[in-house]
């Protein structure tokens, strides 16, 4: 089965260090890859998508198919990127299924 | 340019009372149509998931169902709710394709009393 896994609950960190956020992942085919984050009291959004190779806000995510992993990184990060991270594979042919990790709550101190 | 409502944004209800939380989109049609629940520590846990009018899948066993009666309705429902079914309810939509990003609703917080 289809499933996503991120191994931190919370990941604590001091403004201007490296950010690694762990995602591994389980399917048999060639999946698409997504990071998407929800800041205090604001919508879940798309952060990235494997497909688009970029850049957004500092962070980068490269897949990884020999060890199924889409792990997120920035290497310095900041107080505002405080939020939550969830991982998400995308699935299902042309029909596109959605699923979701846990979630990493992502913390930066000053 | 694409909305999404989901209404209402917060609802108390008793258990063994029935539930209807309403998500409609706007901008664009036959969307794929998603039910989340977000739980503290169990993340986004995906519920149901509509390629089309009447059509529903269900990822987990529970009391909880789902209907699309029109392109861009898409409706969660129990007919006697559960203290467990408190949490917090998403619901989202994308273009289908394995590529496609979601966008989500604001979000219903259900409480059951």
């Known amino acids: 089965a289809q499933r996503v896994t991120q191994p931190e609950k919370l990941l604590s960190v001091f403004k201007g260090a490296p950010v690694e956020l762990k995602c591994n992942y389980s399917?048999?085919?060639?999946?698409?890859l997504f990071w998407y984050v929800q800041y205090s009291r604001q919508r879940l959004q798309l952060l990235l998508r494997h497909i688009s190779r970029e850049s957004i806000k500092g962070f980068t995510a490269d897949l990884n198919k020999g060890e199924t992993s889409f792990h997120l990184k920035k290497p310095f990060a900041q107080e505002e990127d405080s939020a939550m991270y969830y991982c998400?594979?995308?699935?299902?042919?042309?029909?596109?299924?959605?699923?979701f990790g846990k979630g990493t709550k992502l913390s930066v101190k000053p | 340019s694409q909305t999404i409502h989901q209404w209402p944004a917060t609802l108390v209800q008793p258990v063994g009372s029935p539930l209807s939380l309403e998500c409609t989109v706007e901008?664009?049609?036959?969307?794929?149509l998603y039910w989340y629940r977000q739980a503290a520590g169990r993340g986004l846990q995906l519920l149901f998931y509509?390629?089309?009018?009447?059509?529903i899948s269900s990822e987990v066993p529970q009391n909880l169902s789902a209907s699309r009666p029109q392109d861009r309705q898409f409706i969660l429902s129990s007919k006697k709710l559960l203290l467990s079914d408190s949490g917090f309810y998403l619901c989202?939509?994308?273009?289908?394709?394995?590529?496609?990003?979601?966008?989500f609703g604001q979000g219903t917080r259900l409480t059951v009393v």
């Open positions: 399917y048999s085919g060639s999946p698409e």
């Open positions: 901008g664009t049609s036959n969307p794929n």
């Open positions: 989202a939509w994308s273009t289908g394709t394995i590529v496609s990003e979601a966008f």
């Open positions: 509509s390629v089309g009018i009447g059509q």
């Open positions: 998400a594979l995308n699935y299902g042919g042309s029909q596109g299924n959605l699923i």
